[in-house]
Protein backbone atom coordinates (compact mmCIF):
# COMPACT_ATOMS: atom_id res chain seq x y z
CA UNK A 1 0.00 0.00 0.00
CA UNK A 2 1.09 3.78 -1.14
CA UNK A 3 1.43 6.38 1.63
CA UNK A 4 0.53 8.69 -0.61
CA UNK A 5 -1.40 11.43 0.67
CA UNK A 6 -4.13 13.43 -0.90
CA UNK A 7 -5.48 16.70 0.53
CA UNK A 8 -9.65 17.22 -0.01
CA UNK A 9 -11.33 20.65 0.06
CA UNK A 10 -14.60 20.13 1.53
CA UNK A 11 -15.89 23.45 0.58
CA UNK A 12 -19.08 23.21 -1.69
CA UNK A 13 -18.79 19.72 -1.57
CA UNK A 14 -21.85 17.59 -1.30
CA UNK A 15 -21.00 15.51 2.17
CA UNK A 16 -22.45 11.71 1.16
CA UNK A 17 -20.76 11.94 -2.05
CA UNK A 18 -17.36 13.50 -1.06
CA UNK A 19 -17.62 10.41 1.86
CA UNK A 20 -17.94 8.17 -0.82
CA UNK A 21 -14.84 9.44 -2.88
CA UNK A 22 -13.03 9.74 0.27
CA UNK A 23 -13.58 5.96 1.62
CA UNK A 24 -12.41 5.00 -1.81
CA UNK A 25 -9.43 7.01 -1.23
CA UNK A 26 -9.16 5.21 1.78
CA UNK A 27 -9.58 1.72 0.92
CA UNK A 28 -6.55 1.71 -2.19
CA UNK A 29 -4.15 2.59 1.25
CA UNK A 30 -3.85 6.37 0.78
CA UNK A 31 -4.00 8.71 3.42
CA UNK A 32 -6.48 11.70 3.33
CA UNK A 33 -6.63 15.19 4.92
CA UNK A 34 -9.83 17.00 4.48
CA UNK A 35 -9.80 20.72 4.78
CA UNK A 36 -12.72 23.05 5.46
CA UNK A 37 -15.15 20.54 6.61
CA UNK A 38 -16.94 22.87 8.29
CA UNK A 39 -18.02 23.83 4.72
CA UNK A 40 -19.51 20.91 3.30
CA UNK A 41 -23.16 20.76 1.92
CA UNK A 42 -25.47 18.23 3.04
CA UNK A 43 -28.35 17.97 0.72
CA UNK A 44 -32.06 19.06 1.95
CA UNK A 45 -34.28 21.20 3.53
CA UNK A 46 -32.63 22.97 6.55
CA UNK A 47 -35.44 21.23 9.11
CA UNK A 48 -35.56 18.10 8.52
CA UNK A 49 -31.85 17.89 8.31
CA UNK A 50 -31.59 19.47 11.79
CA UNK A 51 -34.17 16.96 13.07
CA UNK A 52 -32.78 13.63 11.26
CA UNK A 53 -29.54 14.75 12.93
CA UNK A 54 -30.56 15.49 16.81
CA UNK A 55 -32.79 12.24 16.49
CA UNK A 56 -30.14 10.21 17.58
CA UNK A 57 -29.99 12.50 21.05
CA UNK A 58 -32.89 11.70 22.24
CA UNK A 59 -31.99 8.26 22.34
CA UNK A 60 -31.94 7.10 26.06
CA UNK A 61 -30.22 4.10 27.86
CA UNK A 62 -30.02 2.69 31.08
CA UNK A 63 -26.64 3.33 31.35
CA UNK A 64 -24.36 5.62 31.60
CA UNK A 65 -24.66 8.05 28.45
CA UNK A 66 -20.99 9.12 28.80
CA UNK A 67 -19.41 6.02 29.14
CA UNK A 68 -21.87 2.91 27.34
CA UNK A 69 -24.03 4.46 24.76
CA UNK A 70 -23.58 6.00 20.73
CA UNK A 71 -20.80 8.99 20.41
CA UNK A 72 -22.95 11.36 18.78
CA UNK A 73 -21.29 13.56 16.30
CA UNK A 74 -21.72 17.15 17.03
CA UNK A 75 -18.27 19.28 15.74
CA UNK A 76 -18.31 19.73 11.93
CA UNK A 77 -15.11 17.54 12.25
CA UNK A 78 -17.13 14.69 13.86
CA UNK A 79 -19.67 14.56 11.62
CA UNK A 80 -17.49 14.19 8.55
CA UNK A 81 -15.52 11.78 10.06
CA UNK A 82 -18.29 9.79 11.19
CA UNK A 83 -19.71 9.77 7.42
CA UNK A 84 -17.00 8.37 6.43
CA UNK A 85 -16.70 5.77 9.06
CA UNK A 86 -19.43 4.93 7.90
CA UNK A 87 -18.57 4.15 4.20
CA UNK A 88 -15.65 1.79 5.32
CA UNK A 89 -15.58 -1.77 5.82
CA UNK A 90 -16.69 -3.02 9.52
CA UNK A 91 -13.21 -4.18 10.27
CA UNK A 92 -10.18 -4.56 11.53
CA UNK A 93 -8.82 -3.16 8.23
CA UNK A 94 -11.75 -0.31 7.92
CA UNK A 95 -10.20 0.50 11.31
CA UNK A 96 -7.09 1.18 9.95
CA UNK A 97 -8.30 3.17 6.81
CA UNK A 98 -10.15 5.30 9.71
CA UNK A 99 -7.20 6.19 11.09
CA UNK A 100 -5.43 7.09 7.84
CA UNK A 101 -8.36 10.58 7.78
CA UNK A 102 -7.31 13.76 9.15
CA UNK A 103 -10.39 16.16 9.16
CA UNK A 104 -9.70 19.89 9.88
CA UNK A 105 -11.63 23.12 10.32
CA UNK A 106 -10.64 25.53 7.94
CA UNK A 107 -7.03 25.26 6.01
CA UNK A 108 -3.75 24.51 8.28
CA UNK A 109 -0.52 26.24 7.35
CA UNK A 110 1.05 23.24 6.47
CA UNK A 111 -1.78 22.37 3.96
CA UNK A 112 -2.22 25.74 2.15
CA UNK A 113 0.41 25.11 -0.47
CA UNK A 114 -0.39 21.49 -0.77
CA UNK A 115 -2.46 20.90 -4.18
CA UNK A 116 -6.02 20.53 -3.15
CA UNK A 117 -8.38 17.87 -4.80
CA UNK A 118 -12.17 18.34 -5.11
CA UNK A 119 -14.56 15.97 -6.71
CA UNK A 120 -16.64 17.18 -9.81
CA UNK A 121 -20.15 15.27 -8.79
CA UNK A 122 -20.27 16.11 -5.66
CA UNK A 123 -20.23 19.82 -6.34
CA UNK A 124 -22.82 21.89 -5.00
CA UNK A 125 -23.84 23.01 -8.37
CA UNK A 126 -25.40 19.68 -8.98
CA UNK A 127 -28.15 20.68 -6.46
CA UNK A 128 -31.51 22.15 -7.22
CA UNK A 129 -32.99 22.15 -3.86
CA UNK A 130 -32.16 23.31 -0.16
CA UNK A 131 -29.38 22.48 1.60
CA UNK A 132 -27.38 23.63 4.47
CA UNK A 133 -23.36 23.13 5.24
CA UNK A 134 -21.89 21.67 8.39
CA UNK A 135 -21.07 24.53 10.22
CA UNK A 136 -24.78 25.34 10.38
CA UNK A 137 -25.80 22.03 11.41
CA UNK A 138 -23.33 22.07 14.23
CA UNK A 139 -23.80 25.34 15.36
CA UNK A 140 -27.87 23.78 15.31
CA UNK A 141 -26.54 20.78 17.34
CA UNK A 142 -24.55 22.78 19.68
CA UNK A 143 -20.77 21.66 18.52
CA UNK A 144 -19.51 24.44 17.15
CA UNK A 145 -19.20 28.14 17.39
CA UNK A 146 -17.10 30.45 15.08
Not at 7 to 26: D, Y
Not at 67 to 95: A, D, E, F, H, Y
Not at 97 to 103: E, P
Amino acid sequence: MSEQLVVVNAENQILGRMATHIAKLLIQGKRVVVVNAEKAIISGPRARVVRGYSLIFSVRKFQNPEKNTIKRPRTPINIVKRTVRGMLPKNKSGKMMFKNLIVFIGIPAEYKDKQMIRFEDADVKRLKGKYITVGELSKLLGGFSQ
